[in-house]
């Protein structure tokens, strides 16, 4: 969520329940301005917040040329210290993050054990051997990274048109946006998520007759796996909010409000995905 209009957008997300302390507001609004400038990022946004036994960790990511490709994210206890989270690149520590049993505890330096699924190796069609499930130390800090990477990667939404692609390959806020109007709002094929596009560019410019090549590049939530169930869209506020919910990581909520460009996501939840999801139905 955008920090100029931090406290308006939390005000919509309080119709699904979702909402801060005024006093973490102000914290984290004022702490958030300070770590913009201090950047001199471009802009500066309101990830969410992990839930933790001991400490909850706050988490909050900015730019500086490109919104896809140079975000960094920093994370805090106190909602007013901010610290950078590392990059994570080991499939094994991804694989660990998705598999460790225990709730994040809510210190950072904290180690825990994380057994990995066995592997199979399969010749002809037939399973020739099996090895052991392999043992991962993994370090609190670098769970935090990955969890919210995967949660980004999967859940994070944008409403069409909301990013415009340069020429020179650069993805930026598209200042001309003025927000869905009546018949488009409600209509799921109009948001994209958030992330660097996984789908070749015919396949996302062939599902509409009105593509644009500078904001049609991102891939539509309409496509996400399960298939409409993965989110739901419902409007509030006499229809004048959508509010779009994450069925898989539960507690990743985004609004938008109708001709208008502020929109944004916030996610409130303990870091664990959903994967009873198929069976909710």
């Given at each position: 969520?955008?920090?100029?209009?931090?406290?308006?957008?939390?005000?919509?997300?309080?119709?699904?329940?979702?909402?801060?302390?005024?006093?973490?507001?102000?914290?984290?609004?004022?702490?958030?301005?300070v770590l913009l400038q201090e950047n001199r990022f471009s802009g500066m946004y309101f990830w969410g917040r992990?839930?933790?036994?001991?400490?909850?960790?706050?988490?909050?990511?900015?730019?500086?040329?490109?919104?896809?490709?140079?975000?960094?994210?920093?994370?805090?206890?106190?909602?007013?210290?901010?610290?950078?989270?590392?990059?994570?690149?080991?499939?094994?520590i991804f694989q660990a993050t998705?598999?460790?049993?225990?709730?994040?505890?809510?210190d950072?330096?904290?180690q825990t054990y994380v057994k990995l699924d066995p592997t199979f190796n399969i010749v002809a069609n037939q399973v020739?051997?099996?090895?052991?499930?392999?043992?991962?130390?993994l370090k609190e800090e670098e769970r935090l990274a990955a969890i919210v990477f995967i949660i980004s990667e999967e859940s994070a939404i944008?409403?069409?048109?909301?990013?415009?692609?340069?020429?020179?390959?650069?993805?930026?806020?598209?200042?001309?946006?003025?927000?869905?109007?009546?018949?488009?709002?409600?209509?799921?094929?109009?948001?994209?998520?958030?992330?660097?596009p996984r789908n070749d560019l015919k396949t996302n410019l062939s599902k509409r007759s009105d593509y644009n090549y500078a904001?049609?590049?991102?891939?539509?939530?309409?496509?996400?796996?399960?298939?409409n169930q993965a989110f739901t869209l419902n409007m509030q506020r006499n229809e004048r909010i959508a509010i779009i919910k994450s069925c898989v990581w539960l507690g990743m909520t985004f609004f938008h409000k109708l001709n208008s460009?502020?929109?944004?996501?916030?996610?409130?939840?303990?870091?664990r995905k959903n994967f009873d999801l198929l069976f909710m139905y």
């Amino acid at each position: 969520m955008n920090v100029e209009y931090f406290s308006e957008g939390l005000e919509c997300l309080m119709y699904c329940g979702r909402k801060l302390s005024p006093e973490q507001r102000i914290l984290i609004e004022n702490s958030l301005i300070v770590l913009l400038q201090e950047n001199r990022f471009s802009g500066m946004y309101f990830w969410g917040r992990i839930t933790a036994i001991k400490n909850d960790y706050y988490i909050a990511f900015g730019y500086t040329n490109d919104c896809l490709k140079d975000r960094k994210y920093f994370y805090s206890i106190d909602q007013y210290q901010w610290q950078l989270l590392p990059f994570v690149q080991s499939p094994k520590i991804f694989q660990a993050t998705v598999l460790a049993p225990d709730p994040f505890f809510g210190d950072p330096s904290l180690q825990t054990y994380v057994k990995l699924d066995p592997t199979f190796n399969i010749v002809a069609n037939q399973v020739i051997s099996i090895s052991s499930p392999e043992v991962i130390k993994l370090k609190e800090e670098e769970r935090l990274a990955a969890i919210v990477f995967i949660i980004s990667e999967e859940s994070a939404i944008c409403p069409r048109g909301a990013l415009y692609k340069m020429v020179d390959g650069r993805v930026i806020p598209n200042q001309m946006f003025r927000g869905l109007n009546d018949l488009q709002i409600e209509n799921i094929s109009y948001y994209q998520l958030y992330r660097l596009p996984r789908n070749d560019l015919k396949t996302n410019l062939s599902k509409r007759s009105d593509y644009n090549y500078a904001i049609d590049f991102l891939d539509t939530i309409d496509g996400v796996i399960p298939l409409n169930q993965a989110f739901t869209l419902n409007m509030q506020r006499n229809e004048r909010i959508a509010i779009i919910k994450s069925c898989v990581w539960l507690g990743m909520t985004f609004f938008h409000k109708l001709n208008s460009r502020k929109h944004g996501f916030v996610y409130l939840g303990d870091g664990r995905k959903n994967f009873d999801l198929l069976f909710m139905y």
